[in-house]
T-cell receptor, first 110, second 113 residues
């Protein structure tokens, strides 16, 4: 079965540290990958997309993609308490089949 | 990016009644979806709303319980029929744009008594 897997956490990091969130996927033909942030009681908000192998940086966020290993990650530098949320990995497996991981809950402690 | 609005934002309903949730996107999108999410749980896809034709339902969801309409490229409705307390959840409308990026509406919080 095609799946997207994430460590459910919770992941706890101190303020100012780097938070590393990981995601693996099973469908090798997947071409586009997304990270969403979901605050408690809110809907998911898109924060990053990545389509090619390597790193993509946007402010304090870096998405990393390794298609050979079927692995995508999100790094948050200089983590802030406001980054505390659940982070969802999403993979477009082709044929308009977007699959979401269950999410990793991140807590940034002041 | 697409901006999605939903109405109502929340509702409290009696068992056995039905509620229709409206979803409006500010731009034309290729695909629209309806999800359900329990607090603290992952997203569960209910169905893909197809323009001008019947929605495509995921396993465990049926048209009689969750009728969906999508009359054009920017609007869809989800009805939760004959509600029971087990239907209490957050219902999320989602849309995918022409570059395959998917966005979510703010959600509708439903409580069934």
């Amino acid at each position: 079965q095609k799946e997207v897997e994430q460590n459910s956490g919770p992941l706890s990091v101190p303020e100012g540290a780097i938070a590393s969130l990981n995601c693996t996927y099973s469908d090798r033909v997947s071409q586009s990958f997304f990270w969403y942030r979901q605050y408690s009681g809110k809907s998911p908000e898109l924060i990053m997309s990545i389509y090619s192998n390597g790193d993509k940086e946007d402010g304090r966020f870096t998405a990393q993609l390794n298609k050979a290993s079927q692995y995508v990650s999100l790094l948050i530098r200089d983590s802030q308490p406001s980054d505390s949320a659940t982070y969802l990995c999403a993979v477009n497996q082709g044929n308009n089949d977007m699959r979401f991981g269950a999410g990793t809950r991140l807590t940034v402690k002041p | 990016s697409a901006v999605i609005s939903q109405k109502p934002s929340r509702d409290i309903c009696q068992r056995g009644t039905s509620l229709t949730i409206q979803c409006q996107v500010d731009s034309q999108v290729t695909m629209m979806f309806w999800y359900r999410q329990q607090p603290g749980q992952s997203l569960t896809l209910i169905a893909t709303a197809n323009q001008g034709s019947e929605a495509t339902y995921e396993s465990g969801f049926v048209i009689d319980k969750f009728p969906i309409s999508r009359p054009n490229l920017t609007f869809s409705t989800l009805t939760v029929s004959n509600m029971s307390p087990e239907d209490s959840s957050i219902y999320l409308c989602s849309a995918r744009d022409w570059v395959e990026t998917q966005y979510f509406g703010p959600g509708t919080r439903l409580l069934v008594l």
